[in-house]
């Protein structure tokens, strides 16, 4: 099984790493780093540094190809080169997956048109731009397309993934090697729960950060 992680400058880190440890402990899997260039990218705060080990012309064919988000993603949809190696990948893919905002550039491909699909919920409606149709599940199944919502809901989408490759107690396993049981102190950890004056807050910073991005291109 070969898994391709795109990543790009301006990623969420957890996007792409929360699925990582999850199916790169398939059995008999080979996990590869794949970006616009190999070398180093920086996430969407600038601190943390992920590497590409391979350049995305020198990909051609994946069994897995999971696709993350970030604040970047709303320039990366208008990016054909990045697009038109997105649907030649999905061609010969057995899954093709996201997490959060990484949707958006399946959406933006043309592949999750007619199809439910979910993002973070702050971009949750722009899917439709695209002719999506969106929902609010945490991981969505439609045929090989496999979408999560936002960033800490890539390791729910994995482990999904594994139970339908390896068998749920496959998944099991791995969700135990990683000790993967959320008992958050808090229950805002969605829109619907959180309160108004707390995603308020979070709207701005989000709106502030994109900005920033979007005006460094």
Same mark, same amino acid.
């Given at each position: 099984?070969?898994?391709?992680? #795109? ?13 990582? &440890? ?16 190999? +070398?180093?990218? $920086? ?5 943390? +540094? ?11 064919? /994946? ?5 993350? +988000?970030?604040?970047? @993603?709303?320039?990366? &949809?208008?990016? !054909? ?5 997105? $649907? ?5 893919? !057995? ?22 699909? @979910? !993002?973070?919920? /702050?971009?949750?409606? $722009? ?13 969505? =199944? ?17 482990? !999904? ?9 496959? /998944? ?6 990683? &000790? #993967? ?12 729960? /959180? ?8 709207? +701005?910073?989000?709106? =502030? ?7 460094? $291109?």
């Amino acid at each position: 099984m070969d898994i391709v992680c #795109y990543v790009f400058d301006g990623i969420t880190a957890l996007d792409i790493v929360g699925p990582y &440890e999850v199916l790169a402990r398939l059995p008999g899997a080979t996990t590869r780093f794949v970006g616009e260039h190999a +070398g180093p990218v $920086r996430t969407d705060n600038q601190i943390l +540094g992920l590497v590409a080990d391979h350049a995305r012309a020198d990909v051609t064919s /994946a069994d897995i190809l999971v696709m993350p +988000g970030g604040f970047a @993603t709303r320039n990366l &949809e208008h990016d !054909t080169a990045l697009l038109d190696w997105i $649907r030649a990948i999905d061609a010969g893919s !057995t899954w093709t997956t996201s997490v959060c905002t990484g949707s958006m550039l399946l959406a933006a491909a043309g592949l999750l048109e007619g199809k439910e699909a @979910t !993002t973070h919920w /702050a971009s949750l409606e $722009r899917l439709a731009e695209y002719g999506a149709i969106p929902t609010t599940q945490r991981v969505v =199944e439609q045929g090989k397309y496999v979408t999560a919502a936002g960033v800490s809901s890539g390791i729910d989408m994995a482990l !999904t993934l594994m139970a339908r490759i390896a068998g749920d107690d496959v /998944a099991r396993a791995i969700q135990l090697s990683i &000790e #993967y049981d959320p008992q958050p102190p808090f229950d805002s950890g969605s829109l619907a729960k /959180a309160p108004k004056a707390v995603v308020d807050l979070v709207r +701005g910073v989000m709106e =502030e950060r994109q900005r920033a991005v979007s005006g460094s $291109r």
